[in-house]
Nanobody
Framework: QLQLVESGGGLVQPGGSLTLSCEGSGFGFDYYVIGWFRQAPGKEREGVACMSRSGGDINYADSVKGRFTISRDDAKKTVYLQMNNLRAEDTGIYYC????????????????????WGQGTQVTVSS
């Protein structure tokens, strides 16, 4: 099973930017659909963005469309989440998760079951 480690979180002012990284270890990183999720204090975890194996299918939560960009570099076994124009409501713990898919064309769905999870990285947006 894929092991995932997130990094890149921190404290940023509203309107600022951060880039999160999710590095995988283990065989076959390119066989996995990768998703980013977040959980704010007192709230349920929500899906933020996901990307298919090929990168051909990308989905974002409405709340981050136009501000966040997900990308992947399979050679580095890493998925990124570029976050721009951050808002206070983006504060939370950000997790990456992986779902193995045998078909390259398989689409990503933030409602799917993702069996592998990282430990999370804290993002705080505050002045």
């Amino acid at each position: 099973q894929l092991q995932l480690v997130e990094s890149g979180g921190g404290l940023v002012q509203p309107g600022g930017s951060l880039t999160l990284s999710c590095e995988g270890s283990g065989f076959g990183f390119d066989y996995y659909v990768i998703g980013w999720f977040r959980q704010a204090p007192g709230k349920e975890r929500e899906g933020v963005a996901c990307m298919s194996r090929s990168g051909g299918d990308i989905n974002y939560a409405d709340s981050v469309k136009g501000r966040f960009t997900i990308s992947r570099d399979d050679a580095k076994k890493t998925v990124y989440l570029q976050m721009n124009n951050l808002r206070a409501e983006d504060t939370g713990i950000y997790y990456c998760a992986a779902r193995r898919r045998t078909t390259v064309q398989a689409r990503c769905n933030l409602q799917s079951n993702f069996p592998s999870w990282g430990q999370g990285t804290q993002v705080t947006v505050s002045s």
